[in-house]
């Protein structure tokens, strides 16, 4: 298992499938949330610690889950 490492970015809505959170990383990064995202808004600044999941598949047409273990607003 891949080690959690920390995100910062800010977060997104996508309204495709139903709609879903997305960070959008200061590296230029995409990534769908998943996991403990409890609180967190559209248009926050985040960071994120998790680990992405590589190889998965999902019916969101994004990038690669992060599976959030712990997120705080900045």
Do not use: C, N
């Not at 808004?41 to 999941?53: I, L």
């Amino acid at each position: 298992m891949a080690k959690a490492k920390e995100y910062t970015g800010t977060v997104r809505k996508s309204d495709l499938e139903g709609g879903f959170l997305e960070l959008h990383t200061d590296g230029g990064e995409v990534y769908r949330l998943s996991g403990s995202v409890a609180g967190v808004s559209p248009g926050q600044r985040v960071k994120a610690t998790g680990r992405v999941e590589h190889g998965g598949f999902g019916i969101h047409m994004s990038g690669p889950a992060l599976e959030v273990e712990s997120i705080e607003v900045l």
